[in-house]
């Protein structure tokens, strides 16, 4: 938080002017960079209208919080209240969401959503904003865990009318979220004294604070239910022995009181993410408190839309790597660091809060958040620069915190078929095994293609659709790629083959012209009309998988030649070395080219390459066209 002091005292500063140069301030000191103008002018016109209305209910010493971050979150809540009930006299909260709006109307689709004049899109009914902040407390506030009664929440809209926001009332309204407007001011002032007494909530104030942070028992109740009921797992072999030396390093941990490192490597398919779902499910019915991480928005939000599609609040257990910056030590049981080959150098980037800055190691911050952290990730899956998840990196960071620390390979391959084949061909084709490309030698658990043109490819991947399969068409970053798309317009074919034309995948978190956001290109069957880059396709799986090498990895006189000038990817900068980048263009393409589970296509936009490809495959469009099913 910003600030915190009592109501009479926020007032008297309001009224000197001091407030607002404190909380600019701070918020410096905190964020790293200054408010904006339209967040300082929201503070003069609101934090006054808000102190005013508890004094003269009387409750001049109700403590104020101001600009409250939500525990594990990067949101902030405008106030929170903390003072004694008067009837209980049990610790007692309100959230205040504050907004200076004079009218607003409810979204014609939509009542959760409403439209401002102020902005071009929907924004979220304050009613449902300040709902989701009282849920969200409760699920990760130890304070409130267990007494959600403590707290609820209002929007007080100071400056409307009656008549500028009468549709927002259509909203639902409960003890977490009430509607108050400046037109009936008394309304708000009356709603503050049956939450709030006269005495001092100094001592309440200090009890939020100190609250425990982590998911409540009855979050982890809901997701112990969701996660089991959605999917029964059946856990083979290795993920067997990894989904066990995770429980028991976490028996172990709780007997003796110490932490352990569990690290379970795997290539595309191996099961990593099924085992991290299993985890959590069995943690969770455990009442052992855990959450789930990863480095990838696209991965992130694919795991919340499949664990939490019933239950929002189980969305909130799954968390960037990033979150957990300031996370007290070992305030968790369990981490489960998902797609850990994408962990960074640093949590932080250029809007981390200067207060965040710890100058710590991702890789540290992690395992010292939990008592067994876990580290599910694939090495050669490393496609950025500054990536760090390797498994000698995590060794060693246990090490020099003299943590024991165990590796658990995972060697079934439940992608691409379960095809061992076929991950071995890409691996030696791209030389990250040595030994030189192979023949492919078809089996019956993958099928492989080659396609002369990407016309040909995306006919022949339309019609493995026809038939009820999945697909989707994937490329290198070799084009540039359009990332602000005016409103009501199509998305730019970017990807240009000849007379080919086709968009990238949406940049961003809405639709785009029927094309879905970015997190679900792979999963969403729209997103077949446009080209994936790695950083959408990375950790998804679907049955036909289009692969366009682009002119960055070329074949030319028995080796593979790899052009840093091809690539139109921000991520490599003029100091990247030509090594990295020559094994982060290959590990892209392995990326690509493993994410079918029935068979591949692949095109090269280079003659030559193209021709060894057929040298190695023989398998061609033609050949194959009649030939659709999982074999």
């Known amino acids: 938080m910003l600030f915190r002091e009592s109501a009479v005292a926020v007032a008297a500063e309001c009224l000197s002017g001091s407030l607002f140069l404190r909380l600019a301030e701070q918020f410096v000191h905190v964020h790293g960079y200054r408010p904006s103008t339209s967040e300082a002018r929201s503070w003069e016109r609101s934090i006054p209208a808000l102190a005013n209305a508890l004094n003269e209910a009387g409750l001049d010493q109700v403590e104020i919080l101001l600009e409250y971050g939500l ?31 004079s009218s607003a109307e409810p979204d014609d689709e939509d009542p959760s959503l409403c439209r401002v004049d102020a902005y071009a899109r929907p924004v979220l009914n304050p009613v449902d904003q300040v709902r989701a902040y009282c849920q969200y407390l409760v699920s990760f506030n130890g304070a409130l865990a267990e007494h959600p009664h403590r707290v609820s929440g209002a929007a007080y809209l100071h400056n409307a009318t009656e008549f500028g926001v009468r549709g927002l009332f259509e909203a639902e309204q409960d003890a977490f979220g009430q509607l108050f407007i400046g037109a009936r001011r008394g309304e708000f002032i009356n709603y503050l004294r049956t939450r709030l007494g006269a005495d001092s909530g100094a001592t309440a104030a200090d009890e939020l604070v100190a609250g425990k942070i982590g998911p409540s028992r009855q979050l982890m109740a809901v997701a112990a239910q ?67 991480a990863t480095g990838s928005n696209s991965f992130t939000t694919t795991m919340r ?31 489960i660091c998902d797609e850990a080959h994408r962990m960074r150098q640093t949590s932080a980037n250029r809007y981390t809060p200067a207060s965040s800055r710890t100058g710590k190691a991702q890789i540290e911050e992690l395992i010292d958040t939990a008592r067994v952290p876990v580290f599910l990730l694939d090495e050669h899956q490393v ?59 078809p089996d019956d658990k993958m099928r492989l293609v080659v396609a002369d043109s990407p016309q040909d490819m995306e006919e022949f991947l339309d019609n493995c659709r026809a038939q009820g399969f999945g697909a989707r068409i994937s490329a290198g970053y070799c084009w540039k790629w359009s990332k602000r798309v005016p409103p009501g317009q199509a998305l730019p074919a970017d990807v240009v083959i000849g007379s080919w034309e086709r968009p990238w995948n949406v940049f961003g978190e809405r639709a785009v012209a029927g094309a879905p956001p970015a997190a679900l290109w792979a999963t969403d069957p729209a997103g077949f009309g446009q080209v994936g880059c790695v950083y959408t396709a990375q950790g998804f799986e679907y049955d036909w998988s289009g692969v366009i090498l682009g002119p960055d990895l070329v074949w030319r006189e028995g080796g593979w030649v790899t052009d840093r000038t091809a690539s139109k990817d ?13 094994r982060l263009i290959r590990n892209t393409y392995k990326v690509l080219l493993t994410r079918g589970m029935v068979g591949t296509v692949v095109y090269s936009t280079d003659a030559a390459t193209r021709a060894k490809l057929r040298e190695l495959v023989h398998a061609d469009i033609n050949n194959a066209a009649s030939a659709h099913h999982t074999g």
């Open 71 to 101: 525990p594990l979150n990067s949101k902030r809540a405008d106030a929170v209240l903390a003072g004694v009930h008067p009837q209980t006299g049990e610790p007692s909260y309100v959230v205040v969401e504050l907004k200076q709006w």
């Open 226 to 292: 969701e996660v089991r009921e959605r999917e029964q797992f059946v856990l083979l072999d290795e993920q067997q022995v990894a989904y066990r030396t995770v429980l028991n390093a976490v028996r172990r941990s709780r007997q003796s009181d110490h932490k352990e490192v569990v690290i379970v490597t795997g290539g595309p398919g191996t099961g990593k993410s099924v085992i991290a779902l299993s985890l959590l499910g069995e943690l969770y019915r455990q009442g052992t408190t855990a959450l789930h």
């Open 570 to 582: 921000p991520v490599f900068k003029k100091s990247t070395p030509d090594a990295d980048v020559d």
């Open 383 to 441: 496609v950025r620069p500054g990536e760090m998840g390797t498994v000698a990196e995590i060794k060693a960071a246990a090490a020099s915190r003299g943590l024991q620390c165990h590796v658990i390979p995972l060697d079934s391959q439940f992608r691409c078929g379960g095809s061992d084949a076929y991950l071995r061909w890409t691996v030696r084709l791209l030389g990250l095994e040595p030994g030189g490309p192979i023949q492919w030698d």
């Open 305 to 335: 839309k499949v664990a939490g599609a019933r239950k929002r609040e189980v969305q909130d257990l799954f968390k960037y790597f990033n979150s957990f910056m300031t996370a007290e030590r070992n305030s968790l049981d369990v981490l």
